[in-house]
């Protein structure tokens, strides 16, 4: 039986998210560190490293060399996590997700719209709670802290900035580089004089900041509260910070990645089976259902043949790896289907009813947090007999 981690409980037990036993030492380490770095560093999983010298098996590395994104310029080599996120405690969510929330999401009408609730709400904070971010300037903590929420936003929103060839980092930094020397940041010679508000203006406008943030107009605020400029909010954008594993693409050098994803699978493969019985009713056509903020802006850019401070081409449209036809990285998965899968062959083959499947779950309707200890229901409860 394949593993998963079924993280309603904790909420159900009314356990302190950070206090799971998932988090002791003779399971996955403290979910928050102490130690200055944030390193985890005690348990079965202490001092888990990252790959070092990751040139040579990924063209995506941090200028130091470690197999991070090319943003997080962390130099320390080690696994960490922090239960901050920009100074707001758990990113300001209190609990995991419930059993209720897993049951709204059988609720939708489409397979993109309960993509939609799986991808965000479902497993997305538990992925922010465990990783967290730090090393953000003091008006960001004052940001979130008078926003209560959101504070994922800032990673997000510099990462938007990243993408869009705003900010930029070196191409490499030896180990001894001091942090501070090799940080990310907005080149001038893209950003041109951004020292008056106009100026700064004019970027977080242009570049679709203004709009997509969820926090920009409580950073604005903030701002001229402590006396501070446009053009200072901008470069504490620019900055971005050092995130933990678990709140970036380096996330499954971090444990609790693998369990984590296996409550998903179990959630849609139970709804499959619930609309093969014409319990449920929702379309499997294959479509992205979009939001609007940091995590889907819409924008996707083409960096081919850029060479230094060059800019890429973006225009709106869905990043590749999401559409239907799109080859997964992976290949001769089981012995009876050699090969790459598509988006769509994959989702046919992981369907509970397939028997080539090299994995099942324990129980896929048993869920000690939902009504009466069964997801369907707790469904039924919620939001058939309502």
């Known amino acids: 039986a394949s593993h998963y981690w079924d993280y309603t409980r904790e909420a159900w037990h009314g356990t302190a998210w950070y206090d799971s036993e998932i988090f002791e030492d003779d ?74 929330a897993f049951a709204e999401s059988m609720y939708k009408s489409t397979l993109a719209a309960m993509m939609n609730a799986f991808n965000g709400e479902l497993h997305g904070p538990v992925h922010i709670m465990i990783g967290g971010h730090w090393d953000v300037d003091p008006i960001i903590d004052a940001v979130t802290a008078a926003a209560e929420a959101n504070a994922d936003d800032f990673l997000l929103i510099s990462k938007f900035m990243w993408r869009q060839g705003l900010i930029r980092t070196a191409e490499y930094c030896s180990e001894d580089t001091p942090v501070d020397k090799c940080l990310a940041h907005c080149p001038t010679e893209i950003t041109g004089d951004v020292s008056s508000d106009t100026g700064a203006m004019r970027i977080f406008e242009d570049y679709g900041i203004a709009t997509t943030s969820l926090l920009f107009d409580t950073a604005k605020t903030v701002a001229k509260k402590y006396g501070m400029g446009l053009g200072d909010l901008l470069k504490s954008y620019c900055k971005m910070g050092h995130p933990g594993e678990m709140f970036s693409s380096a996330a499954p050098q971090d444990p609790t990645f693998w369990p984590l994803h296996g409550n998903i699978e179990r959630t849609l493969q139970l709804a499959r089976l619930m609309k093969e019985a014409k319990y449920l009713h929702f379309s499997e056509e294959w479509r992205y259902k979009h939001l609007t903020g940091g995590s889907d802006t819409h ?86 007999d309502r």
């Open 27 to 100: 399971w996955f380490g403290v979910a928050s560190p102490s130690n200055e770095h944030h390193i985890l560093d005690s348990g079965r999983f202490a001092y888990t490293p990252i790959m070092k010298n990751a040139r040579s098996f990924s063209a995506i590395v941090n200028p130091y060399g470690l197999l991070r994104s090319p943003w997080n310029t962390n130099p320390t080599p080690f696994l960490m996590r922090y239960n901050r996120t920009a100074g707001l405690l758990s990113d300001g969510n209190h609990q995991f997700p419930s059993c209720v």
């Open 299 to 384: 924008l996707v850019c083409d960096w081919s043949g850029v060479e230094g401070l060059g800019m890429p081409s973006c225009s709106t449209g869905t990043c590749p790896g999401h559409r239907s036809d799109d080859i997964l990285p992976f290949t001769d998965m089981t012995k009876d289907r050699p090969g790459f899968f598509t988006n769509l062959e994959f989702y046919g083959f992981i369907r509970p009813q397939n028997e080539h499947m090299p994995y099942v779950y324990d129980s896929l309707d048993h869920w000690p947090a939902c009504y009466k200890g069964s997801m369907m229901k707790q469904y039924t409860h919620s939001f058939v």
